[in-house]
């Protein structure tokens, strides 16, 4: 960790080491205490008692976003809660101090169109060369399950060779976010890769001491870094490559892997609307295939139900904000 550098260093550094003690991560709490840590060592010289007024404007001076504001004012106002408890404090001078709104995000969302391309540009760019094909077809899989099942990131590259129950056409998916369990139906194309991917994987690898599904070496799986780096190699070959956006208090999100999650929601709940169902009523079967705590945060997928609208709304914010 960085040392502080401000009157308050020893102090920071004292929290820092009662919330290790306490069993939590310090890396994000540190990132904020030092934001706070420079900005008092320039405001501030000498010791002195901060009263509200500091914190107002330091709320108005970091160049920041209001997200990444509000965390920093969220963290030093447990600081100074600390602090109270020690007697260096009477009252919390950040206890009043208003959060910034917070800002709309709008995830970026793949068309089914969209989804189709993404594949089959990874699928193109898997390498035929022996010491590499396996590899490239497994992060071929990956993405057909991200795609397909709506997974997060880290779930496909979990699975191990039990959790494919063939005789189902089912994946168990195992204590992911929220420690959840869930069992899932694939569809039967995607059933078929995996498959046909596994007769492929036993003649040219026979690594039955391979537990993972998906292959990333001899003996262990798929690495996240290289799902992603595939990724925005494959969202540049299809010219969607984009930067995140931020107009006024809205987010538009870059592409990302997780993206992919989005879109196979959105879209399934548009075929359901294709076919005069109500996506309303389908929120708990889908909150529970992707793995959802309530069905409530399912719901959020209903305000941006296709990536045309997404646009058309980031081409109104644009036309308003000139």
Do not use: W
Request: charged share 25%.
């Amino acid at each position: 960790m960085n040392a502080f550098n401000s009157f308050l260093a020893t102090r920071l550094s004292d929290y820092v080491a009662y919330r290790q003690s306490l069993g939590f991560a310090t890396k994000t709490l540190c990132s904020h205490l030092r934001t706070f840590d420079r900005y008092l060592a320039k405001r501030k010289k000498e010791p002195v008692l901060l009263t509200p007024s500091f914190f107002l404007e330091l709320r108005a001076d970091l160049n920041l976003e209001a997200r990444t504001i509000d965390q920093v004012l969220s963290t030093v106002r447990a600081l100074f809660g600390y602090l109270v408890r020690c007697g260096d404090y009477a009252t919390n001078p950040v206890k009043d101090i208003p959060l910034l709104p917070k800002n709309e995000i709008i995830p970026f969302i793949f068309s089914d169109k969209q989804v189709d391309q993404l594949l089959l540009t990874v699928c193109e760019a898997i390498r035929k060369d022996s010491n590499y094909f396996i590899k490239d077809l497994s992060v071929y899989l990956a993405f057909l399950l991200l795609a397909r099942c709506g997974m997060r990131i880290s779930e496909p590259l979990r699975l191990l060779r039990h959790h494919y129950r063939r005789s189902e056409q089912t994946l168990y998916i195992e204590k992911t976010k929220f420690k959840k369990d869930r069992l899932i139906p694939i569809p039967k194309a995607v059933d078929t890769h995996i498959r046909n991917y596994l007769n492929v994987r036993n003649k040219i690898l026979g690594d039955p001491h391979n537990p993972y599904l998906l292959a990333g070496s001899s003996y262990g799986g798929l690495a996240p870094a290289r799902i992603r780096q595939v990724f925005r190699q494959a969202v540049k070959t299809i010219g969607l490559d984009q930067p995140r956006r931020v107009i006024g208090h809205t987010n538009f999100s870059a592409p990302t892997v997780h993206s992919m999650r989005h879109a196979f929601a959105v879209n399934t709940l548009l075929k359901i609307k294709a076919r005069q169902g109500s996506p309303h009523h389908a929120l708990p079967v889908l909150a529970t295939y992707m793995g959802h705590v309530e069905y409530r945060y399912t719901a959020n997928y209903l305000k941006m139900i296709d990536a045309d609208q997404r646009q058309h709304l980031l081409d109104f914010v644009r036309t308003r904000k000139r």
